[in-house]
């Protein structure tokens, strides 16, 4: 008994400790890892959160762009870093993917601790205007009839717009030619040029093309239509029930970050996310702003690791 005692009071000790320090917490600025290049979308979603946790948080969040590897650089950078709070790293769904695509220094499950969800962001399939089918069933018609005559286009081997047409290929049972390119850039240009017929695209890249006519949207990714277009119906209605290929942003922190400062983060870019401007803001560039728990997020990741090793296993999919 005197052994069980002393042990739950080391434990009280610790727990005090931890509660003090991340009431103190932050005491010197901090910083944001971005794996990705300045001027991109989680970028910008980081700069926004930062800008948002200075004015709250009292200490400056530093955005420090760390690109390389499909975003893997910047993830090893965080989880090698100490867990002090102080280093915070901001990633997309191809967090997920990145598990099945690399060789990874470190554990996306252990080593990285999750915060939460910021946002979630549906995948548009587009298609070139001068493209016959109008919606998913015309599609999958088309691609049973002519097996191997469609292709689709993305940004890269194994980025997410890859994936997510072969998910739609395997869940159709269609075949289609995908067509890597270097970036999402040089794909909607071909795209609206005629070279390539398809292109799953974030709304926030597609809608422009969309309401001027150059595109035309045949289906929304998510599981529900967006509010940003609820005109557009979602594959899983339209033929292929179960689809589900959604872009989401969320923070995570160094594995070992103490938990009392895990929540202190989530109450705090939580609060933002519910307040009025930062979810206008969102839902204006066709984002739904998600203010998860830790473990919410935590179930997010390791749901669409699973799924996304799947895909991988299944089409083949190896990086460029």
């Not at 300045?38 to 910008?44: A, E, F, L, S």
């Not at 794909?187 to 150059?214: C, E, H, W, Y």
């Not at 967006?226 to 033929?239: F, H, L, N, Q, R």
């Amino acid at each position: 008994m005197k052994k069980l005692n002393a042990v739950l009071l080391a434990f009280l000790t610790v727990l005090s400790v931890a509660t003090a320090w991340s009431q103190a917490y932050p005491t010197k600025p901090m910083r944001m890892i971005v794996p990705f290049t300045p001027g991109g979308g989680t970028d910008i979603l980081a700069r926004t959160i930062g800008q948002k946790l200075t004015e709250t948080l009292g200490q400056q969040v530093v955005v420090d762009n760390r690109a390389g590897a499909g975003g893997t650089l910047g993830a090893e950078m965080a989880a090698k870093s100490p867990g002090d709070g102080y280093t915070l790293l901001i990633v997309s769904a191809s967090y997920a993917v990145n598990a099945s695509l690399y060789k990874l220094a470190f554990d996306p499950q252990k080593d990285l601790a999750p915060v939460t969800l910021i946002a979630s962001v549906p995948f548009i399939l587009t298609a070139n205007s001068a493209f016959a089918p109008n919606n998913i069933r015309e599609l999958i018609a088309l691609a049973k009839a002519n097996p191997k005559s469609i292709n689709y286009a993305s940004s890269g081997n194994g980025s997410s717009p890859h994936l997510a047409g072969e998910l739609l290929k395997l869940m159709a049972g269609i075949e289609m030619v995908h067509v890597p390119y270097k970036g999402g850039g040089p794909a909607l240009a071909d795209l609206m040029g005629g070279r390539v017929q398809l292109l799953f695209n974030t709304i926030l890249q597609a809608l422009p093309s969309v309401k001027s006519g150059k595109l035309k949207a045949l289906a929304n990714g998510s599981p529900k239509r967006s509010p940003a277009a609820p005109e557009i119906p979602t594959i899983a209605e339209s033929g292929v029930p179960g689809y589900d290929f959604t872009n989401w942003f969320g923070i995570l922190a160094p594995g070992s970050t103490p938990r009392p400062i895990v929540a202190k983060l989530q109450v705090e870019i939580a609060r933002h996310l519910n307040g009025p401007e930062l979810r206008e803001r969102l839902a204006a560039e066709g984002a739904e702003a998600v203010a998860s728990t830790p473990d919410e997020f935590g179930r997010v990741i390791r749901t669409d690791i699973e799924k996304y090793e799947k895909i991988v296993r299944a089409a083949a999919v190896t990086i460029d």
